[in-house]
């Protein structure tokens, strides 16, 4: 089998102008190497979410990805403000999104349940004061 | 249908990404929360909404609609356009309300 092609972002903080950089460029590279339309977008859907989120609440961070022919490996990383409490992020409708980033139509609460529900696998690690680490795998069948 | 097609129908006006138009229309989502479309908007939707920002268009991308169709004549960033040019993204524009262009467009595709 072919080796895994890795792939780094730097996601820069607070620049929405620029987020969704990451994701579109790995968008692009599934496509050219011929992943399934549907795996391509739950892969670009999940990762935006995750890119988005370390743009609004943690200040920008860091992109990892693992392209395999069977699966899609994504770990975001951040230096921002930990999540205090997971599974109250992780239920739909919570956020704590600021009015200025809920008027560019963030802030649904969204994100990390869109993250659920599009991959195979998701785990967050986080520190309160330390940073987030989002950790995702989707299945490329 | 497609996005030629339903804009010639219902005369909307179009702001960017005419090399787009022959993409299909298979359904449709409403929404201007960025997250309840890309959890809820399948490929191929019109996706109508009053977003007409830069994250609008990278959602649209992302999520594979078949286009944007601003209701309520809102109003398209200049950023945004430029981007939805690059990406091809069409985006197209009425001044009937949400409401409308949706009853509209679902008796078009039934
Ligand atoms: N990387 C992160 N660092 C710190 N807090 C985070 C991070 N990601 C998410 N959170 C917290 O979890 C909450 C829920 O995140 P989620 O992505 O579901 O919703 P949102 O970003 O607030 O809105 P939406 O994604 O719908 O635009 C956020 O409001 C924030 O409090
Ligand atoms: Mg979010």
């Known amino acids: 089998m072919s080796q895994a092609l890795h792939l780094h972002y730097d996601v820069p903080g607070d620049d929405f102008t620029r987020a969704g950089e990451a994701s579109g460029a790995v968008k692009r590279k599934l496509k050219q190497m011929g992943f399934n339309s549907s795996a ?46 997971v599974e109250l992020a992780m239920k739909e409708g919570w956020s704590t999104a600021p009015d200025h980033v809920r008027s560019l139509g963030f802030g649904a609460g969204m994100g990390l349940p869109n993250i659920k529900k599009y991959t195979d696998e998701m785990r967050i690690e986080t520190e309160i004061g330390k940073g987030t680490k989002v950790f995702m795998v989707i299945l490329a069948q | 249908m497609t996005v030629a097609q339903m804009t010639t129908v219902l005369n909307l006006k179009v702001l960017a990404g005419k090399q787009s138009m022959e993409r299909l229309v298979a359904g449709g989502y409403c929404g201007d929360l960025l997250s309840w479309v890309m959890g809820r908007a399948k490929a191929d939707d019109v996706w109508i909404t009053v977003m007409g920002n830069l994250n609008a268009i990278a959602v649209a991308v992302l999520a594979d609609v078949s286009c944007i169709l601003l209701s309520e004549d809102a ?11 690059e990406e091809g993204v069409t985006v197209l524009q009425s001044d009937r309300s949400t409401y409308d262009l949706a009853v509209a467009i679902g008796k078009l595709l039934s």
């Open chain 1, 40 to 85: 391509i977008r739950r892969v670009a859907i999940a990762m935006y979410e995750g890119e988005i989120n370390m743009v609004i609440h943690a200040g920008g961070g860091e992109a990892d990805v693992e392209i395999m022919p069977e699966k899609i490996s994504i770990v975001l990383t951040d230096h921002g403000p930990g999540i205090p409490d």
């Open chain 2, 75 to 85: 109003a398209l960033d200049e950023d945004a356009r430029q981007k939805a040019e």
